[in-house]
T-cell receptor, first 113, second 112 residues
Framework: DGGITQSPKYLFRKEGQNVTLSCEQNLNHDAMYWYRQDPGQGLRLIYY???????QKGDIAEGYSVSREKKESFPLTVTSAQKNPTAFYLC????????????FGSGTRLTVV | AQSVSQHNHHVILSEAASLELGCNYS??????LFWYVQYPGQHLQLLLKYFSGDPLVKGIKGFEAEFIKSKFSFNLRKPSVQWSDTAEYFC??????????FGKGNQVVVIP
């Protein structure tokens, strides 16, 4: 079955360490996205990529980095510069153009201690 | 800026009551509209979507939403809620640049 896989489901890291969250899709979608979800804040866009080897900052990109070397993969690195990294992170993908919705992964809950 | 507003973040109601959640989006040309639901401990699921055509959209689990272009609104409704409708509900708007903007969500609690 086609879908988006995020791993791991739960992740714990010590403060000051970088951590990379995985996102893989087999839907042949061109576009991929990373969102952060916090209580009462909804989902906020961190980074997105419309095509391989290209990506753009979203609304809250500071302290994060991404790469898009393959169409299927869009890993997110939470760096030590991110002041409040503990959150629920959601990856999504879509076809480009209007008229298409997003498919979401099941998310990774990152806790920094 | 492209944005989506949802009001009344916390909603508490009894079973069989009617539910209406408001959603307003900022103007941005062609917009596709969505309502997503997140049940406790689960991932986001699509409730319904509007791309074009009939402005009254019916979704899963008895939910419906009405697109009113003149009011930039896409309110979600359910005539009679059940305890299992306890969840967080998110309105979202997909703009022409393919970016999906979310509202802050409505936490709905249905009391048996």
């Amino acid at each position: 079955d086609g879908g988006i896989t995020q791993s791991p489901k739960y992740l714990f890291r010590k403060e000051g360490q970088n951590v990379t969250l995985s996102c893989e899709q087999n839907l042949n979608h061109d576009a991929m996205y990373w969102y952060r979800q916090d209580p009462g804040q909804g989902l906020r866009l961190i980074y997105y990529s419309q095509i391989v080897n290209d990506f753009q900052k979203g609304d809250i990109a500071e302290g994060y980095s991404v790469s898009r070397e393959k169409k299927e993969s869009f890993p997110l690195t939470v760096t030590s510069a991110q002041k409040n990294p503990t959150a629920f992170y959601l990856c999504a993908s879509s076809r480009t153009g209007t008229g298409y919705g997003y498919t979401f992964g099941s998310g990774t809950r990152l806790t920094v201690v | 800026a492209q944005s989506v507003s949802q009001h009344n973040h916390h909603v508490i109601l009894s079973e069989a009551a009617s539910l209406e959640l408001g959603c307003n989006y900022s103007y941005g040309g062609t917009v596709n509209l969505f309502w997503y639901v997140q049940y406790p401990g689960q991932h986001l699921q699509l409730l319904l979507k509007y791309f074009s055509g009939d402005p009254l959209v019916k979704g899963i689990k008895g939910f419906e939403a009405e697109f009113i272009k003149s009011k930039f609104s896409f309110n979600l409704r359910k005539p009679s809620v059940q305890w299992s409708d306890t969840a967080e509900y998110f309105c979202a708007a997909l703009y022409g640049n393919n970016r999906l903007a979310f509202g802050k969500g409505n936490q709905v609690v249905v009391i048996p």
